[in-house]
């Protein structure tokens, strides 16, 4: 209680001072910095399942709909949530209907239409294009133009929950114009559009260095004449996460950092300047280690971590991957790495409360060294003279990798010496956060690619129903070089049963029954050992105390209301 004390100091002393000012005049408030320690490679997020990406580029192009920071889903460039009541939703469950705002533009002053949300399903479900948020669009059969401000999204099969495609920042609107020419495995290649995406938010590119700086102006033909405040955006990548709050914090260079995942203890000193404050919520994010199920055997060229490479040696093996979860003494993670800003958790869906289940809670949440070392003694696991075990010459010696960051370079080291209390070996291995979320098919350090045995990072999803975040460990979400390394099931976990029950999950109504077949789905992850969930994740930004308008959400993009964001006077 005393650490979460001293951690919110900062916002209250902040809140404090704040007064009630009007909302500036488009344009007058000069220019907003922005701070991403882990560098932007595209403002493409169909390109890149990295949040990043799916951030930076939420300023520039937008979804019909969104999750407000209470967790209800808002309009956007929709007129209104289509439901049974306003007969946007279907009786049979099979068709919704959106009616889009009539007098929205594209930031080059062309009108926004049903054409362009058509165009924008097509991108990513195209063959061989490569979408990293094809999840989003699972069980969608047509999208068609009723006319040009009313869009009908028709289902393989009736769709309980229907908000998932053209909702939330991971599925936004692009223009079909600029795209055009982009389509399947043309797509990595446009490099201009894939840069500079003409958009229908509060921003627009003005100039795209990957991997360092984006550079946005006001979008003159924004549909709300009065926003926003700001004239110009000045995004900067790179560096760490210590850096990037120290700037906001202490120095007051930046007015925004996104994701300050620093020691608690380093937060605390740096609030005493006075010159920021941090704002957190609890959404759905975890920071897991995934576990390959399939072979990252260099020998193995392109074939390396696919299902072509065949199973992994030693992860194929249920009691090594228990094992590994009942090593690690999650408590520990948290207290050195996240303080109140982190939870240990058991679960890849932590929220909302309606989904969280606690069934894996007995066996995993807390450490039990015996357990493991006897489940790998009784799989045939015997350690060797260099303490580590081995069973038919496979060594349980793994490649652990993860980003660049100091907080999980000190949970690599905690997880290594807990791995080492039942014999096994850890090589540590760490990539720049631009490079490691950065997507490039080319690069052999993505998390997409997972040349590695286990990695490490952080995810979530979009809203507060699970269930386009659950297809994503569907068989055929896994990357690989058919899909220019996209996808999320990034385990290359592929359980038939898992796919039966995502797919009664998508025809279930009941919200009691749903909420049921989402814990059975997040157990059945846990307890086969498709990834090992350490840590349920507090977003954790910072902001200076000049800085007003912002509306914290852990449900969609942080700067999903940018547009409201203004100098305080």
């Known amino acids: 209680m005393h650490r979460l004390k001293l951690l919110l100091a900062g916002t209250v002393a902040a809140m404090a001072l704040s007064s009630a000012t009007a909302h500036a005049e488009r344009g007058t408030d000069g220019d907003l910095k922005i701070l991403f320690w882990q560098a932007v490679s595209t403002m493409n997020p169909f390109l890149s399942g990295g949040t990043k990406e799916v951030f930076a580029s939420s300023m520039v192009i937008e979804p019909l709909a969104r ?10 460039l929709a007129t209104e949530i289509p439901t049974l009541e306003n007969g946007g939703l279907a009786k049979d469950l099979l068709s919704l209907t959106w009616k889009l705002k009539p007098d929205v533009k594209w930031s080059d002053g062309t009108p926004f239409t049903a054409e362009d949300v058509i165009f924008t399903w097509k991108y990513c479900t195209a063959p061989d294009g490569g979408c990293a948020q094809k999840a989003q669009y699972e069980g969608v059969k047509d999208v068609e133009a009723i006319d040009p401000h009313t869009v009908k999204v028709t289902f393989t099969e009736p769709k309980p929950y229907p908000y998932s495609a053209f909702v939330g920042s991971q599925s936004p609107i692009i223009q079909a114009k600029q795209f055009a020419d982009c389509v399947g495995a043309k797509a990595p290649g446009c490099t201009a559009a894939n840069f500079g995406p003409i958009g229908t938010g509060a921003f627009v590119v003005a100039d795209f260095k990957p991997n360092d700086v984006i550079t946005f102006k006001a979008n003159p033909n924004y549909r709300d ?4 405040a700001f004239a110009s955006v000045t995004l900067k990548g790179g560096g760490d996460a210590a850096s990037a709050a120290r700037a906001v914090l202490e120095t007051g260079e ?3 950092a996104w994701n300050t995942m620093v020691e608690p203890e380093v937060l605390q000193t740096m609030l005493a300047a006075g010159k920021g404050r941090l704002e957190s919520a609890f959404g759905t994010n975890v920071e897991r280690i995934n576990l390959n199920w399939t072979n990252p055997d260099p020998a193995l060229g392109d074939k390396r971590s696919t299902t072509e490479a065949g199973p992994h040696p030693a992860l194929k093996d249920p009691a090594v991957r228990r094992a590994l979860s009942l090593a690690i003494d999650r408590d520990i993670i948290v207290e050195a790495g996240y303080g109140a800003a982190g939870k240990a958790t058991c679960n890849i869906v932590p929220a909302p409360e309606a989904v969280a289940s606690t069934k894996n809670d ?19 696991w015997a350690k060797g003279s260099d303490g580590i075990r081995a069973k038919d010459g496979v060594k349980l010696n793994f490649l652990y990798s993860t980003s660049t960051n100091s907080v999980r370079q000190a949970t690599q080291e905690l997880v290594k010496s807990m791995w080492a209390e039942i014999g096994v070996g850890a090589e540590l291995r760490n990539a720049s956060a631009s490079v490691f979320f950065g997507g490039d098919p080319a690069s052999p350090d993505t998390f997409q690619k997972f040349y590695a045995d286990v990695e490490m990072y952080t995810n979530n999803f979009d809203g507060t129903d699970p269930e386009k975040y659950l297809a994503e460990w569907l068989c055929n979400q896994m990357p690989g070089p058919s899909n220019g390394w996209q996808g999320q099931n990034i385990p290359r976990y592929c359980n038939p049963e898992y796919d039966k029950m995502v797919g009664t999950l998508s025809k279930t109504a009941d919200p009691a029954k749903r909420a049921e077949l989402a814990k059975q789905l997040n157990d059945m992850l846990t307890e086969e050992g498709a990834h090992i969930p350490l840590v349920h994740r507090g977003d954790l930004s910072a902001f200076a105390v000049s800085l007003d308008g912002v509306r914290m959400n852990s449900w969609d993009s942080q700067l999903w209301n940018v547009a409201d964001w203004y100098r305080k006077k």
């Open 225 to 228: 004449p009065a926003k926003p």
């Open 67 to 76: 999750t407000d920071e209470n967790g209800k889903l808002v309009a956007y």
């Open 362 to 380: 007995s066996w995993c949440l807390k450490q039990d060294l015996e357990a493991a070392n006897k489940l790998l003694d009784d799989a045939g």
């Open 254 to 256: 930046y007015d925004y």
